[in-house]
């Protein structure tokens, strides 16, 4: 049983089309890739509804820390709520992303409200969370395209922000893991140890370099990056030690981890 949107304060603060575009979405990603309960099995390991209820989460952290309006706020919660309703993964990088879009604009075009330029606001936001990588990080198209006006580029931006953000938490390590699980489990590799060293060195390469849309963005999403990094490289020593011997060990330092950090 998924847990009812009800229980996030950020839903209940949205106005009810939105709130019948964000319920259709979510209910659909949870029926096709998985809910929050479903998290360690299954294909979609980290692309699921609970990645998806993390974006929204933090959407809403963003909103007072950037000033979105409470217009821009329901436009960012709609595309953090679609940004990966199609997901697959052997397709050309941006071609799901285009396609999410496509599906929000359809049913924002449905409400008085929203302008053209909301629309297509909304639209953006979506495709601005297309990773290209770059220098062992990533580069979202959020901070290459073009633009209706400053106010849709600050709510890309804080879509693009939150769809990363949580790897700078505590919960980060787990969820980099999880990622990792879902890249091997859908190009039909084990999951293992020997298959995690080069993910591992890639991915504190991308901790390290990976730029937020702004400062702002920044300070309020990556609350523990020095320790989530410091974390990770002592993970990938203890690998190169033998000091880890099976996934489940893993996960369990994962989990003390985001403990530990979150008291």
């Not at 949205?14 to 259709?24: A, C, G, M, Y």
């Not at 960012?76 to 199609?86: E, F, G, L, R, W």
């Not at 396609?99 to 929000?104: G, N, V």
Request: glycine share 6%; charged share 25%.
């Amino acid at each position: 049983m998924h847990n009812s949107l009800e229980e996030y304060g950020w839903y209940r603060e949205l106005s009810n089309p939105t709130r019948r575009i964000v319920s259709e979405s979510i209910h659909e990603i949870d029926n096709d890739f998985g809910s929050i309960e479903e998290l360690e099995s299954g294909l979609y390991r980290y692309h699921n509804g609970l990645h998806t209820r993390m974006v929204c989460e933090d959407v809403a952290v963003l909103k007072d820390a950037l000033g979105l309006t409470n217009n821009e706020f329901e436009i960012a919660i709609s595309a953090a709520s679609t940004h990966d309703k199609i997901k697959t993964f052997d397709r050309s990088l941006g071609v799901d992303e285009v396609e999410s879009s496509e599906w929000l604009a359809s049913r924002l075009a449905n409400i008085p409200s929203i302008s053209r330029v909301g629309i297509e606001s909304g639209r953006l936001a979506i495709i601005g969370t297309t990773p290209r990588f770059h220098g062992g990080t990533i580069i979202q198209k959020a901070m290459e395209q073009d633009y209706p006006n400053k106010r849709a580029e600050l709510i890309a931006h804080t879509v693009a922000g939150a769809d990363v953000g949580r790897l700078f938490t505590p919960e980060g390590p787990l969820l980099a893991h999880r990622l990792f699980e879902e890249q091997q489990v859908s190009s039909d590799k084990e999951v293992s140890l020997q298959n995690l060293t080069n993910f591992q060195d890639s991915q504190i390469e991308f901790l390290v370099n990976y730029k937020y849309p702004s400062r702002d963005i920044e300070t309020a999403m990556a609350t523990h990056k020095t320790q989530v990094i410091r974390y990770l490289g002592k993970i990938s020593t203890m690998l190169q030690q033998g000091l880890i011997y099976d996934w489940d060990q893993l996960i369990l330092l994962d989990k003390q981890f985001k403990e530990f950090q979150g008291k």
